[in-house]
């Protein structure tokens, strides 16, 4: 297995596509889509445009669906939700399916679509997801940050670097064999030195000075923490991802 880590969408190969393809988006997509199909929503559905996701949500019934839109990381006028995580109640969920559109996250997932495999993963989800990728093996691994519009973000490295730290730990294998490239070693090295406190580098992150100025307060705790769900969110059709068979929340 070969693990390579890029820090945006925009970043990847564009001539070839892994076996397996991770996207995250910590602040906050794929720890929205993670919380969301662990609460008993029925699918999350990505779309890089909001009138896309109005017209394809509309041939749903009200009662099973929810649209959520985020632009600059605030609620998008007339839809149910913005990107908050802690609006997935299982109430408000179960059942229902997740038409979601936010700035980065779901470009992320859309980039990779094409993958055999697709999941998306955040900290709350890390070890379904390296369990899930250690039971696979596959032999090309992409880990794909979403960044803040085409540039870096710490947390989405940092998680990389949760999963690749976890899945050299676990499969014994050599740093130099399981990294693909330079990013693979230096996310292992952030999430490293940052491992105990992420909440303290949220706080450092310009995206979550973002979501601070919002008074997302709240949201960073909870993207913060990690291995609390376990639950894989995995594609099943192109930009629709269902729980996998790792289960819901514990």
């Not at 779309?47 to 017209?55: E, I, V």
């Not at 059942?95 to 936010?102: D, E, P, Q």
Request: net charge negative; charged share 20%; aromatic share 6%.
């Amino acid at each position: 297995m070969k693990l390579f880590v890029y820090h945006t969408p925009e970043l990847t190969p564009t001539d070839k596509m892994p076996d397996c393809a991770i996207a995250v988006d910590v602040l906050r997509a794929t720890t929205t889509m993670a919380t969301v199909l662990a609460a008993g929503g029925e699918a999350v559905q990505v779309f890089s445009d909001l009138d896309q996701l109005m017209q394809v949500s509309e041939s749903w019934p009200p009662e099973r669906r929810l649209r959520a839109g985020e632009r600059g990381g605030g609620k998008v006028a007339g839809f149910d939700m913005g990107n908050s995580p802690l609006d997935c109640t299982p109430e408000r969920v179960q059942g229902r399916r997740l038409f979601i559109s936010t700035t980065n996250g779901t470009r992320s997932i859309q980039r990779v679509q094409d993958a055999a495999i697709v999941l998306a993963a955040a900290f709350i989800n890390r070890k379904a997801v390296v369990d899930y990728v250690l039971s696979q093996q596959p032999e090309i691994v992409w880990i794909v940050g979403s960044g803040w519009e085409g540039s870096y973000s710490l947390e989405d490295t940092a998680c990389a670097g949760a999963i690749t730290h976890s899945i050299l730990q676990q499969s014994n294998s050599p740093l130099d064999q399981l990294a693909g490239n330079d990013e693979t070693i230096a996310a292992i090295a952030l999430y490293s030195q940052w491992q105990d406190k992420l909440l303290e580098l949220f706080h450092h992150a310009s995206h979550g000075k973002r979501l601070l100025r919002l008074d997302c307060h709240e949201d960073l705790k909870y993207c913060s923490q990690t291995d609390i769900v376990d639950v894989l969110p995995i594609q099943r059709e192109p930009g629709v991802l269902i729980a996998g068979e790792q289960g819901r929340i514990n």
